[in-house]
């Protein structure tokens, strides 16, 4: 569990601006979620925590170390996309444990956390399935383990749901809020799905042009006449 704090955050492409001034105070163990029209910052922002993104001026604070001049993977974040990237060659076990391997855990460690991994996106029992004989929402699921397989600090999720149909969607959602409660982690979650958000966040940001506008729980968000 960690905190995110984003201080006076400006992003400009070229002489566009995307985000202006954005401020954003994240809890530890929270589930957020951004909202708003396409094209609003969404992705800007949420890959500036991951640091894909470079502001132009700001600082992005994870627990109490300043990390904008980390690189991803000293961040102690995992980033799941919209377009999932399985390995179609590898199984549900090397998918989950590319990561893993790469850094040389012990085989023993690596097991562990597959086991456990698995088991928390009820998957367990299938880590020798190929992605192509498993369902979309099955595959999100790997791709989620392969995140949460690392431990990390906080979990971001941009648009992880936007590729499934709605009755998956609906069923995933109910997923997510289960793996927050279970994992205890800090998410923040990017969406333009208004159900989504309302359902699992426990604070919703509304972002319109590069701006803060609202950050409230759900009921207070949607609650004007
Ligand atoms: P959202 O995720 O809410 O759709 P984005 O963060 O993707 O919004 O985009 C915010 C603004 O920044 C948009 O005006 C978009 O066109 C612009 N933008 C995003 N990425 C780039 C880029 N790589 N180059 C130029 N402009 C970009
Ligand atoms: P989930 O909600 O977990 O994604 P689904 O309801 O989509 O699961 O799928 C139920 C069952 O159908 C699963 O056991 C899955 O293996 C199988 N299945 C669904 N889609 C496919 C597919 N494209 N190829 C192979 N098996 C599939």
């Known amino acids: 569990m960690a905190t995110i704090e984003l201080e006076h955050i400006r992003k400009e492409y070229g002489n566009d601006i995307a985000i202006e001034d954005l401020n ?24 500036t925590i991951a640091g894909l993104t470079k502001p132009t001026s700001g600082t992005v604070s994870i627990g109490d170390r300043d990390v904008t001049k980390l690189p991803p993977k000293d961040r102690g974040i995992a980033m799941v996309f ?25 085989k023993e460690e690596i097991d562990k956390r597959v086991e456990k991994a698995a088991e928390t996106v009820q998957l367990n029992g299938m880590l020798d399935r190929m992605p192509s004989e498993m369902s979309g929402g099955q595959r999100q699921r790997v791709a989620i383990a392969r ?79």
């Not at 994240?26 to 949420?46: A, H, M, N, R, Y």
């Not at 149909?165 to 208004?194: G, K, P, S």
């Not at 966040?201 to 509304?206: F, H, K, N, P, Q």
């Open 24 to 47: 954003l105070d994240i809890q530890d163990g929270e589930f957020v979620t951004l909202v708003g029209p396409s094209g609003c910052g969404k992705s800007t922002t949420i890959e």
């Open 82 to 106: 919209q377009n999932i990237a399985l390995f179609p060659h590898k199984d549900v076990y090397d998918n989950i444990s590319f990561g893993l391997q790469l850094r040389k855990f012990e």
């Open 147 to 225: 995140a949460i397989v690392r431990q990390p600090d906080a979990f971001l999720m941009d648009e992880p749901l936007a590729n499934l149909d709605a009755e998956l969607r609906v069923h995933m959602r109910t997923q997510l809020q289960r793996i927050h409660d279970e994992l205890d982690t800090t998410i923040v979650y990017v969406t333009h799905d208004q159900a989504q958000a309302m359902t699992m966040s426990d604070r919703i940001a509304v972002i319109n042009d590069g701006d803060l506008q609202q950050f409230a729980p759900p009921l207070e968000c949607y609650n004007e006449p």
